[in-house]
Structures are given as C-alpha cells and as structure tokens.
C-alpha cells in the first residue's frame, strides 16, 4: 500500500498511497506506514517528507469497512492502535510532513492528513470524517486535532452533522494552507518540500518541536523558556555559524548533517 520515493539528493522523500479504488488504510498498511516513518526520523539525510494518494480521485477514503463488518471488538481494538500509532508517529515526524490531497479525504483518510504539518488541496478535493454515518467514531487523532485546526465549531460542523467541505471551505476555515489546480498538488507540495531543504536543520526541528508545545498544552512560561534555551542549543552546532555567515556573505549556506560526518568518516 505504502510507495516511497526519495527526491532531491535523497533530502525528500515521497510516501505515495496505493491500494485500489480508494487508497483505504488497512491494519497492515497502518503498521506499513508507521514503520516507514520510523525509518525517515533515523535518515537525516530526509528533510521533508510529502504524502499522497494515487490517482486523481483519492488521496485516501480512509478505512476499508471490511475490517469491521463482522463486528469482533478484538479486531476493531487493534485498528484503533494502528490507526493511533500510525497518525502519531506522522504528526512527531522529525521531517516538515505535506500532506498533497488530490481528491476524496474521508476519514481516516483525513486523519492522515490532519497529522501532516501542511496540507495543499487541489480545487476538487472534498473533506469529510464520516465515521457516524456508519456506527463508527475517529480513531485516528481526527477528534483531537481537528479542534485545534478549524475550532471547535467546525470540528463539531464535520464529526456531529458529517458534513463534507469542499477545498475552498477547507481553505477557508484553515483546515488546508493552500489550494491548487487539479493534477498540482504533488508538485506543489514537493516544490514546498524543497524550500525546507534551504533551510537550517536544526533550526527547523527544534521550531516544529516548539509550535507542538501549543498544542500539547504546556504552558506558555514554561514554552518561552524551552524557546530560549533551544536558541542557544543552535550554537553547538556549525550550522549557526553557516547560515549567519552565509547570509553576510550574500550566499547560499551549506549545510551539515550527521550524515555528512559519518561520510568524511
């Protein structure tokens, strides 16, 4: 289910959701998933990582209701672990994660999305988390998230009533940041994933840690002080020191992972 590509000097990967008609997650796409994610924190090599679905009409239509059809609770513990562990590993992510929708986000579906760090929309793209319309309830963070997204209002619009949004809606309620042509997403998103690849490492990795502080309700005199102390965290590494002298020196900065320090090795 889960096709991934690397581009760019290896600095972005591609994770592309294959499984037809409608790119449905299972347990073991899930796990898939996950383990693939697991695998791009340990390469820092990876900078920013952008997911998709195949096709021009799905980016995922979340679970696949087989799964469930028999009603085993044992079963449905288990999807709700995946579906949990998957889409949490997704949101720590140590790379910038673009969700690109290109089309149908239902569900589970855009639960995957909603973990992303970005999310860009082609102007089709309809978004729903329709589980109540048939006995069932987010599992994949949607409850959660969603909220802090969109508010409270517009989670409640979508989860109580199952209401869909089209990508205008979406943009406009800040459930995505960008809208675009059909057939554009994947090469906007990559384009926005390359843009990370100019920027510090560290630097980036310590601000998406302390945006997710916000989120993770620490409180906001205890954030500030994690703020400044990884300020001067950034001065332990050579790449302070390239990109400021970079800048002076009006070029662009060259910079270092451990990657490459294992390579002069």
Same mark, same amino acid.
């Given at each position: 289910?889960?096709?991934?590509?690397?581009?760019?000097?290896? &600095?972005?990967?591609?994770?592309?959701?294959?499984?037809?008609?409608?790119?449905?997650?299972?347990?073991?796409?899930?796990?898939?998933?996950?383990?693939?994610?697991?695998?791009?924190?340990?390469?820092?090599?990876?900078?920013?990582?952008?997911?998709?679905?195949?096709?021009?009409?799905?980016? &995922?239509?979340?679970?696949?209701?087989?799964?469930?059809?028999?009603?085993?609770?044992?079963?449905?513990?288990?999807?709700?672990?995946?579906?949990?562990?998957?889409?949490?590993?997704?949101?720590?992510?140590?790379?910038?994660?673009?969700?690109?929708?290109?089309?149908?986000?239902?569900?589970?579906?855009?639960?995957?999305?909603?973990?992303?760090?970005?999310?860009?929309?082609?102007?089709?793209?309809?978004?729903?988390?329709?589980?109540?319309?048939?006995?069932?309830?987010?599992?994949?963070?949607?409850?959660?998230?969603?909220?802090?997204?969109?508010?409270?209002?517009?989670?409640?619009?979508?989860?109580? /009533?199952? #209401?869909?949004?089209?990508?205008?809606?979406?943009?406009?309620?800040?459930?995505? #940041?960008?809208?675009?042509?059909?057939?554009?997403?994947?090469?906007?998103?990559?384009?926005?994933?390359?843009?990370?690849? /100019?920027?510090?490492?560290?630097?980036?990795?310590? &601000?998406?840690?302390?945006?997710?502080?916000?989120?993770?309700?620490?409180?906001?005199?205890?954030?500030?002080?994690?703020?400044?102390?990884?300020?001067?965290?950034?001065?332990?590494?050579?790449?302070?020191? #390239?990109?400021?002298?970079?800048?002076?020196?009006?070029?662009?900065?060259?910079?270092?992972?451990?990657?490459?320090?294992?390579?002069?090795?």
């Amino acid at each position: 289910m889960i096709e991934l590509d690397y581009l760019h000097d290896n &600095s972005v990967a591609l994770i592309t959701l294959r499984r037809p008609p409608a790119n449905a997650f299972t347990p073991e796409g899930l796990l898939q998933l996950q383990g693939t994610v697991q695998a791009l924190n340990a390469d820092e090599r990876v900078r920013a990582l952008v997911i998709t679905g195949d096709g021009p009409k799905f980016f &995922s239509a979340g679970a696949d209701l087989n799964t469930f059809a028999d009603g085993n609770r044992e079963v449905a513990r288990e999807a709700a672990a995946r579906f949990g562990a998957a889409f949490e590993a997704l949101q720590e992510a140590r790379p910038v994660v673009i969700a690109a929708i290109n089309g149908f986000a239902m569900g589970g579906g855009l639960e995957c999305a909603l973990s992303c760090d970005i999310r860009i929309a082609e102007q089709h793209a309809k978004l729903a988390v329709p589980e109540t319309a048939v006995g069932l309830l987010c599992a994949g963070c949607g409850t959660q998230t969603l909220p802090w997204l969109v508010g409270e209002g517009w989670a409640k619009r979508m989860i109580l /009533t199952g #209401e869909r949004v089209d990508a205008q809606t979406a943009l406009r309620i800040g459930l995505v #940041e960008e809208v675009v042509e059909s057939g554009a997403a994947r090469d906007a998103a990559i384009a926005m994933a390359q843009r990370v690849t /100019t920027l510090s490492p560290q630097g980036v990795t310590f &601000s998406k840690q302390l945006i997710h502080q916000a989120r993770n309700g620490v409180p906001r005199g205890a954030a500030l002080a994690v703020e400044r102390e990884r300020f001067v965290d950034l001065f332990n590494h050579p790449n302070q020191r #390239e990109g400021v002298n970079a800048f002076l020196e009006k070029r662009a900065p060259r910079w270092h992972t451990a990657h490459d320090a294992e390579t002069v090795q």
